[in-house]
């Protein structure tokens, strides 16, 4: 059964750079959406970066933009969050999801919770000013 192994958050200034790792450990890496998360305590979980794995196609919410790239690595099952600049408000508990079923509808992976049934632990990012 497919889990999802997160790693490289932590803490960070403002103005540094971040990348996050998820790697797709014992199923089927490729023709999913997979998308990064966060959530900060009291707040909904925000997705933030979406990417195809079956084309690499990705989509980055607009208030992120510019600082968040994400990106995979098909050979490793691995796909990446890369934040530079760090900002505070990036601080939060990132995680990365699969979504449910394989392929998507129309150009982009979009970023309903609902659609993403595979969970990662989170990886927490503390961005200090």
């Known amino acids: 059964q497919a889990r999802l192994v997160e790693s490289g958050g932590g803490s960070a200034q403002t103005g540094g750079s971040l990348r996050l790792s998820c790697t797709v450990a014992?199923?089927?890496?490729?023709?999913?959406?997979m998308g990064w998360f966060r959530q900060i305590p009291g707040k909904e979980r925000e997705g933030v970066a979406s990417?195809?794995?079956?084309?690499?196609?990705?989509h980055v919410i607009d208030s992120v933009k510019g600082r968040f790239t994400i990106s995979q690595d098909e050979s490793k099952s691995t796909i990446y969050l890369q934040i530079n600049p760090l900002k505070p408000e990036d601080t939060a508990m990132y995680y990365c999801?699969?979504?449910?079923?394989?392929?998507?509808?129309?150009?982009?992976?979009?970023?309903?919770?609902?659609?993403?049934?595979?969970w990662g632990q989170g990886t927490q990012v503390t961005v200090s000013s």
């Open positions: 999801a699969r979504r449910a079923q394989v392929g998507r509808r129309g150009p982009i992976c979009t970023l309903e919770r609902n659609l993403y049934s595979l």
């Open positions: 014992g199923g089927i890496y490729s023709s999913y959406c």
């Open positions: 990417i195809d794995t079956y084309d690499g196609s990705t």
